[in-house]
């Protein structure tokens, strides 16, 4: 499957929102779970009628979230890998920088497949473990992160409870070959896979310097190392007639 590059913010929103804007039913509320909801909602879904559920390990994260937003109209503290709610229960499942997180995605993906409901859709946005990105957060180790989060990027509040980064795992079925076959053996219909560049479009100097910096290390890792994006989100469709009794 060819992957599209989106370097533009915006752009991934439209696509993103238009995607869940499709499964919306007339007169009917469509029920979204975003898993790994954190403190924040990155998507606007105005005029459409829907039902937030977020669902989260971190119940800090989860507070701040209701405090500044309240924006969820179900709050689940738990674990995506062994937490159990009812079968066929959403018609979106959303999920964003979560997966690299979690030992074990594929318990993660078999829970997402039995949480959607016949015809529903997950978004599914992670770093590639395979891009530059991935590669050097996968390599460096947590305390690192904060300081990159509270001392580059300017977020005073980094590491503190409820706020990012959280410890990275990148598990091995993240990687975009298993992902796919992993979808293809659930009989999960892949309706596209983005590629999204964080840094490509932007001019500051900052921004050069990293340009120059990934290409380097694509260079270095024999081109297996992706350079021109950073993220993958994939858009999988679960078939509209639920055959599978086993899930
Ligand atoms: C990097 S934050 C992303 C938050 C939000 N999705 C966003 O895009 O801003 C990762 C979130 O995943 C949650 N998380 C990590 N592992 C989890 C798990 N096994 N079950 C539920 N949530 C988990 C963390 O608590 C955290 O809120």
Excluded at 70 to 94: H, W
Aim: proline share 4%; with cysteine.
């Amino acid at each position: 499957m060819t992957l599209q590059v989106v370097t533009d913010s915006s752009h991934e929103k439209t696509i993103l929102e238009g995607c869940i804007r499709e499964k919306a039913w007339p007169d009917a509320e469509l029920r979204i779970l975003e898993a790994g909801c954190g403190n924040k909602w990155q998507l606007s879904l105005k005029g459409l009628q829907y039902s937030l559920s977020g669902i989260d390990l971190d119940e800090d994260a989860l507070r701040l979230r209701q405090a500044r937003f309240q924006d969820l109209d179900e709050v689940i503290v738990g674990d995506l890998r062994t937490i159990s709610l009812p079968k066929a229960q959403y018609d979106v499942i959303y999920t964003a920088y979560v997966l690299e997180h979690v030992s074990n995605v594929p318990l993660v993906l078999a829970n997402f497949n039995r949480w959607l409901k016949p015809g529903g859709l997950m978004i599914i946005k992670v770093p590639d473990r395979d891009s530059v990105y991935g590669f050097i957060a996968r390599s460096t180790p947590h305390w690192l992160h904060v300081y990159y989060y509270r001392f580059i990027k300017g977020n005073k509040n980094a590491g503190k409870p409820g706020y990012l980064p959280y410890p990275t795992v990148y598990d091995t079925a993240l990687g975009r070959n298993r992902m796919l076959t992993y979808c293809e053996q659930q009989g999960l219909s892949v309706k596209g896979v983005f590629g999204k560049n964080n840094y490509l479009r932007k001019r500051s100097a900052r921004d050069r310097v990293i340009k120059v910096f990934v290409r380097l290390v694509n260079l270095f890792s024999f081109g297996k190392l992706a350079w021109h994006y950073n993220d993958l989100i994939y858009i999988i469709e679960k078939p509209a007639s639920d055959t599978d009794e086993a899930q």
